[in-house]
Protein backbone atom coordinates (compact mmCIF):
# COMPACT_ATOMS: atom_id res chain seq x y z
CA UNK A 1 0.00 0.00 0.00
CA UNK A 2 2.72 2.27 1.06
CA UNK A 3 4.60 1.72 -2.28
CA UNK A 4 1.15 2.79 -4.26
CA UNK A 5 1.56 6.57 -2.86
CA UNK A 6 4.98 6.76 -3.30
CA UNK A 7 4.57 6.21 -6.74
CA UNK A 8 1.49 8.51 -6.88
CA UNK A 9 2.85 11.26 -5.54
CA UNK A 10 6.26 10.55 -8.25
CA UNK A 11 3.09 11.12 -10.87
CA UNK A 12 2.22 14.17 -9.09
CA UNK A 13 5.60 16.04 -8.38
CA UNK A 14 6.67 15.22 -12.34
CA UNK A 15 3.51 16.33 -13.53
CA UNK A 16 4.13 20.00 -11.39
CA UNK A 17 7.85 19.93 -12.84
CA UNK A 18 8.32 23.31 -15.01
CA UNK A 19 10.33 24.72 -17.18
CA UNK A 20 13.48 26.64 -16.00
CA UNK A 21 14.18 29.82 -17.72
CA UNK A 22 17.01 32.65 -16.71
CA UNK A 23 16.46 35.67 -18.43
CA UNK A 24 19.73 37.61 -19.43
CA UNK A 25 18.79 41.25 -20.12
CA UNK A 26 20.20 44.82 -18.64
CA UNK A 27 16.83 46.19 -19.31
CA UNK A 28 14.70 46.88 -16.08
CA UNK A 29 11.45 47.20 -18.21
CA UNK A 30 12.12 44.28 -20.42
CA UNK A 31 12.88 42.05 -17.60
CA UNK A 32 9.95 43.18 -15.66
CA UNK A 33 7.28 42.65 -18.45
CA UNK A 34 9.00 39.25 -19.06
CA UNK A 35 8.63 38.41 -14.93
CA UNK A 36 4.92 39.43 -15.72
CA UNK A 37 4.20 36.84 -18.69
CA UNK A 38 5.91 34.32 -17.11
CA UNK A 39 3.80 34.77 -13.92
CA UNK A 40 1.05 33.84 -16.01
CA UNK A 41 1.96 30.63 -17.21
CA UNK A 42 1.42 27.64 -15.27
CA UNK A 43 4.43 25.87 -16.43
CA UNK A 44 7.13 27.82 -17.06
CA UNK A 45 9.24 29.38 -14.09
CA UNK A 46 11.57 32.14 -13.75
CA UNK A 47 14.54 31.35 -12.04
CA UNK A 48 17.17 33.91 -12.46
CA UNK A 49 18.21 37.17 -13.93
CA UNK A 50 21.70 38.24 -15.26
CA UNK A 51 22.10 41.75 -16.42
CA UNK A 52 25.58 40.83 -18.19
CA UNK A 53 27.13 38.27 -20.21
CA UNK A 54 29.54 36.86 -17.32
CA UNK A 55 26.78 37.16 -14.93
CA UNK A 56 24.65 34.88 -16.94
CA UNK A 57 27.32 32.34 -17.58
CA UNK A 58 27.86 32.11 -13.96
CA UNK A 59 24.40 31.63 -13.02
CA UNK A 60 23.29 29.21 -15.94
CA UNK A 61 26.88 27.27 -14.06
CA UNK A 62 25.06 27.20 -10.51
CA UNK A 63 21.47 27.29 -11.86
CA UNK A 64 20.87 24.53 -14.49
CA UNK A 65 18.06 26.36 -16.21
CA UNK A 66 16.52 24.86 -18.85
CA UNK A 67 16.38 27.92 -21.27
CA UNK A 68 18.23 30.76 -21.34
CA UNK A 69 16.46 33.90 -22.93
CA UNK A 70 19.19 35.90 -24.20
CA UNK A 71 19.26 39.89 -25.38
CA UNK A 72 22.11 39.49 -27.94
CA UNK A 73 23.64 42.77 -27.09
CA UNK A 74 25.09 42.66 -23.36
CA UNK A 75 27.98 44.52 -21.17
CA UNK A 76 31.41 41.90 -21.41
CA UNK A 77 30.91 38.80 -23.10
CA UNK A 78 28.57 38.73 -26.25
CA UNK A 79 24.96 37.26 -26.50
CA UNK A 80 26.40 34.94 -29.52
CA UNK A 81 29.90 34.80 -27.38
CA UNK A 82 28.05 33.69 -24.46
CA UNK A 83 25.46 31.18 -26.67
CA UNK A 84 28.57 29.43 -28.08
CA UNK A 85 29.71 28.56 -24.72
CA UNK A 86 26.12 27.53 -23.43
CA UNK A 87 25.21 25.43 -25.99
CA UNK A 88 29.20 23.59 -25.72
CA UNK A 89 29.28 23.32 -21.79
CA UNK A 90 25.37 22.83 -20.94
CA UNK A 91 24.06 20.37 -24.26
CA UNK A 92 21.01 20.43 -22.14
CA UNK A 93 20.33 24.48 -21.79
CA UNK A 94 18.46 25.75 -24.58
CA UNK A 95 19.28 29.84 -26.12
CA UNK A 96 16.13 31.63 -27.00
CA UNK A 97 17.99 35.05 -28.32
CA UNK A 98 15.88 37.90 -27.56
CA UNK A 99 16.40 41.32 -29.07
CA UNK A 100 15.27 44.57 -30.73
CA UNK A 101 18.04 44.62 -33.02
CA UNK A 102 17.01 42.48 -36.07
CA UNK A 103 20.02 41.94 -38.95
CA UNK A 104 20.68 38.88 -41.20
CA UNK A 105 23.90 38.83 -39.89
CA UNK A 106 23.01 38.77 -36.18
CA UNK A 107 20.12 36.17 -36.57
CA UNK A 108 22.04 33.90 -38.62
CA UNK A 109 25.11 34.57 -36.82
CA UNK A 110 22.96 33.59 -33.98
CA UNK A 111 21.65 30.33 -34.95
CA UNK A 112 24.98 29.01 -36.15
CA UNK A 113 26.43 29.89 -32.65
CA UNK A 114 23.71 27.35 -31.22
CA UNK A 115 20.60 29.37 -30.60
CA UNK A 116 17.22 27.28 -30.96
CA UNK A 117 15.01 30.62 -31.25
CA UNK A 118 14.71 34.27 -32.01
CA UNK A 119 12.35 36.57 -30.73
CA UNK A 120 12.21 40.19 -31.38
CA UNK A 121 11.40 42.35 -28.43
CA UNK A 122 8.84 44.16 -29.99
CA UNK A 123 6.87 40.83 -29.54
CA UNK A 124 3.76 39.44 -28.61
CA UNK A 125 3.57 37.59 -25.30
CA UNK A 126 2.17 34.39 -27.02
CA UNK A 127 5.57 33.88 -29.40
CA UNK A 128 7.76 34.04 -26.26
CA UNK A 129 5.66 31.45 -24.86
CA UNK A 130 5.69 29.88 -28.22
CA UNK A 131 9.27 29.82 -28.68
CA UNK A 132 10.11 28.13 -25.35
CA UNK A 133 7.87 25.20 -25.44
CA UNK A 134 9.16 24.57 -28.93
CA UNK A 135 12.66 24.36 -28.52
CA UNK A 136 12.00 22.10 -25.00
CA UNK A 137 11.02 19.96 -27.74
CA UNK A 138 14.42 19.99 -29.48
CA UNK A 139 13.14 22.13 -32.09
CA UNK A 140 14.23 25.62 -33.86
CA UNK A 141 11.44 28.58 -33.67
CA UNK A 142 11.57 30.71 -36.12
CA UNK A 143 8.74 32.52 -37.92
CA UNK A 144 7.70 35.28 -40.10
CA UNK A 145 10.12 37.74 -41.18
CA UNK A 146 12.97 35.77 -39.26
CA UNK A 147 12.45 32.59 -41.60
CA UNK A 148 12.22 34.87 -44.54
CA UNK A 149 15.62 36.12 -43.64
CA UNK A 150 17.35 33.07 -42.60
CA UNK A 151 16.01 31.61 -46.00
CA UNK A 152 17.26 34.42 -47.91
CA UNK A 153 20.84 34.40 -46.37
CA UNK A 154 20.89 30.98 -46.36
CA UNK A 155 20.53 30.86 -50.32
CA UNK A 156 23.13 33.59 -50.55
CA UNK A 157 25.90 31.99 -49.12
CA UNK A 158 25.24 28.34 -50.08
CA UNK A 159 24.12 29.20 -53.85
CA UNK A 160 27.00 29.61 -55.20
CA UNK A 161 28.33 25.55 -53.53
CA UNK A 162 27.63 22.84 -55.51
CA UNK A 163 24.71 20.50 -54.34
CA UNK A 164 25.59 17.34 -52.48
CA UNK A 165 25.29 14.09 -55.01
CA UNK A 166 23.89 11.55 -52.14
CA UNK A 167 20.01 10.93 -52.92
CA UNK A 168 17.46 10.72 -50.74
CA UNK A 169 15.03 7.91 -50.16
CA UNK A 170 11.28 8.31 -50.92
CA UNK A 171 10.48 7.87 -47.03
CA UNK A 172 13.34 10.54 -46.54
CA UNK A 173 11.45 12.69 -48.91
CA UNK A 174 8.75 12.65 -47.32
CA UNK A 175 10.24 13.41 -44.34
CA UNK A 176 12.03 16.46 -45.49
CA UNK A 177 8.86 17.91 -47.21
CA UNK A 178 7.09 17.09 -43.90
CA UNK A 179 10.24 19.36 -42.17
CA UNK A 180 9.55 21.86 -44.53
CA UNK A 181 6.12 22.51 -43.61
CA UNK A 182 6.90 22.76 -40.04
CA UNK A 183 5.47 19.64 -38.84
CA UNK A 184 7.09 18.24 -35.48
CA UNK A 185 8.69 15.26 -34.71
CA UNK A 186 5.57 13.63 -33.46
CA UNK A 187 3.05 15.11 -35.48
CA UNK A 188 5.33 13.07 -37.96
CA UNK A 189 5.55 10.17 -36.17
CA UNK A 190 1.71 9.61 -36.40
CA UNK A 191 1.26 11.07 -39.91
CA UNK A 192 3.62 8.36 -41.06
CA UNK A 193 2.22 5.64 -38.19
CA UNK A 194 5.71 4.90 -37.28
CA UNK A 195 8.03 5.69 -33.89
CA UNK A 196 9.44 9.12 -33.33
CA UNK A 197 12.61 7.85 -32.92
CA UNK A 198 12.63 6.22 -36.59
CA UNK A 199 11.62 9.58 -37.57
CA UNK A 200 15.06 11.48 -35.68
CA UNK A 201 17.05 8.59 -37.45
CA UNK A 202 15.66 9.57 -41.06
CA UNK A 203 16.37 13.44 -39.97
CA UNK A 204 19.81 12.43 -38.91
CA UNK A 205 20.66 10.66 -42.10
CA UNK A 206 19.18 12.92 -44.24
CA UNK A 207 21.90 15.55 -42.39
CA UNK A 208 25.07 13.17 -43.11
CA UNK A 209 23.74 12.47 -46.45
CA UNK A 210 23.52 16.03 -46.99
CA UNK A 211 26.05 17.50 -45.04
CA UNK A 212 23.75 19.40 -43.57
CA UNK A 213 23.73 20.58 -39.62
CA UNK A 214 20.48 22.69 -39.04
CA UNK A 215 16.93 22.50 -39.96
CA UNK A 216 17.32 25.89 -41.38
CA UNK A 217 19.54 24.57 -43.82
CA UNK A 218 17.42 21.76 -44.40
CA UNK A 219 14.57 23.96 -45.30
CA UNK A 220 16.57 26.29 -47.63
CA UNK A 221 18.04 23.11 -49.34
CA UNK A 222 14.38 21.35 -50.15
CA UNK A 223 13.32 24.70 -51.57
CA UNK A 224 16.60 25.33 -53.79
CA UNK A 225 16.49 21.81 -55.15
CA UNK A 226 12.38 21.78 -55.78
CA UNK A 227 11.69 19.38 -53.36
CA UNK A 228 9.69 21.99 -51.75
CA UNK A 229 8.20 25.15 -52.93
CA UNK A 230 7.23 28.49 -51.46
Request: proline share 3%; glycine share 6%.
Given at each position: ?EK??????????????????????????I???T??IF??????????????G?E?YQ?V??????VV?????????T??????K??????????????????????????????MA??P?????????E???T??????????????I????F???????E???S??????????????????????A???????R????????????L????T???????????????
Amino acid sequence: MEKTRDISHSKSNKQLDKIKVLVVDDHDLIVLATRQIFSKIPDIKMIGVAGDGDEAYQKVHDLKPDVVILDVILPGMTGIELTRKIVSEFPNTRVVLHSSSVSEDMIVTGFEAGAMAYVPKNFKPGQLIEAIHTVMKGEHYSKGFVSEILIENFLKTKGSKEAQNSRLTDRETEILQAITKGMTNQQLADNLHISVRTVEAHKSNIMKKLKISSTAELVVYAIKHKIVKI
